[in-house]
């Protein structure tokens, strides 16, 4: 009975590193957590059957001893009080982050009091291409951690994208998107179009045609040609729009610790986001105005904060409320979603409409509810983000 117990689980165990196997084929960096045992030493099967008394299939605080008792609590992620299966194969296996510092005596580790893990069930699962697995990954500092493994093709699910550019300068407001300067946010409608010298103080705007319509990018070429850093001469003077469905092949995938670890240093922002949302879509780092605006091009955000490039497809460089937010059971501002360290984002302001004014240069601080956290800029700042406190992990475009 137990011998056959034992054979079907190692079979399970073949099948699933099989379905693994063919998945790592498509990412990038990999581990060796799901390697079959070394020699001589017991496999996550066996040991689970060795120690599960009540053969309930996991292991209660009571059932195990050794390195997996001294490390219970680490290793049960999800906090249920037992040791799953798919828990004890994820377990970092000692001396890893427990051995301290990295190379990078930068970047010390901090032990906060309070420290929140990743939530994955706050992601929205429709948005999301696959389901969030868990494994073993290398950090951007190179320690090994356990991450959430998000894979999505950045379209939201809760509301629209679009518009961007108006069509006509008499065009009103629901035809275009949203304009920031100086920290306001202004309404890309026909009349702000019509005005752009005014607005910029510069005479070589012109947007517009004599009778009125707007030149805007029309195909994949065209908003390619025009929102590349070095702007096609053609495309000066263009409202830039480039759509979802150019690029709705894009897959990206997020690699972010299961358990954020606060550093004595800050990140500066990488090329690949600050974090993402609920629903699966990237916050960016700021807009590179001073390119779009060089070249007389206007890349306006949609209602929701986001446009589209090339690179990433949909992404946000504005929170405007748009998106899923946990509210909170205090009056603090609602949760938007993770950064690329695991710390959550939060928005601008709390539920009486204050913002906060003890946040640190990368727009975080700390709570005993929350633990470290992030507060998104105000919409019209072009920074979600300002830098990153934690170890992060990475994000990916394929496609
Ligand atoms: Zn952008
Ligand atoms: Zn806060």
Redo the contacts with the bound molecule.
């Keep these: 009975m137990k011998y056959s117990n034992l054979l079907k689980t190692v079979f399970f165990c073949f099948f699933i590193l099989a379905i693994l196997g063919c998945k790592q084929t498509t990412e990038s960096e990999n581990d060796s957590s799901n390697n079959p045992p070394k020699e001589g030493r017991p496999s996550v099967s066996e040991l689970l059957n060795e120690m599960d008394a009540n053969k309930d299939g996991k292991l209660s605080k009571s059932e195990v001893h050794g390195p997996i008792s001294n490390d219970f609590s680490k290793i049960d992620t999800n906090n249920d009080g037992f040791i799953s299966k798919e828990e004890l194969e994820s377990a970092p296996k000692p001396d890893r982050r427990e051995s301290g510092n990295t190379d990078n005596s930068n970047n010390i580790q901090k032990d906060l009091e309070v420290t929140i893990n990743v939530d994955p069930s706050l992601f929205i699962k429709e948005s999301l291409l696959k389901d969030i697995i868990t494994e073993e990954r290398t950090l951007a500092d190179g320690t090994k951690a356990l991450c959430y493994i998000i894979t999505t093709a950045s379209q939201p699910t809760e509301h629209q994208m679009g518009p961007w550019c108006p069509t006509h300068i008499n065009d009103g407001k629901d035809k275009g998107g949203i304009w920031f300067k100086d920290d306001k946010v202004y309404d890309v409608d026909g009349h702000f179009i019509a005005n752009l010298k005014d607005f910029y103080n510069d005479e070589e705007w012109a947007l517009f045609r004599e009778d009125g319509s707007i030149k805007v990018t029309e195909t994949q070429d065209e908003c390619e040609a025009a929102a590349r850093p070095d702007v096609d001469e053609k495309y000066h003077n263009y409202c830039v729009e480039c759509l979802p469905k150019y690029y709705k092949e894009k897959v990206s995938t997020y690699v972010i610790p299961v358990k954020p670890l606060y550093l004595e240093n800050s990140n500066s922002l990488g090329g690949n986001g600050i974090g993402l949302a609920f629903n699966g879509v990237n916050f ?1 780092a700021p ?2 105005t001073h390119a779009i605006l060089a070249a007389h091009t206007l ?1 306006p ?1 949609d209602d929701a904060g ?4 090339p690179h ?1 497809g949909y ?3 504005a929170v405007t409320g748009s998106t899923k937010e946990i509210q909170q059971k205090d009056i603090h501002a609602p949760m938007i979603g993770y950064a690329m360290d695991g710390f959550g984002i939060y928005a601008h302001k709390d539920a009486n409409g204050n913002s906060y004014d003890d946040l640190d240069d990368c727009g975080g601080h700390y709570d005993n509810v929350r633990g470290y956290h992030y507060h998104a800029g105000d919409a019209g700042s072009n920074q979600i983000l300002g830098c990153l406190h934690g170890v992060i992990g990475s994000m990916s475009v394929k496609g």
Excluded: C, I, K, S
């Design positions: 960016e807009a590179p890349a955000l986001g446009h589209v490039n990433a992404h946000y460089h």
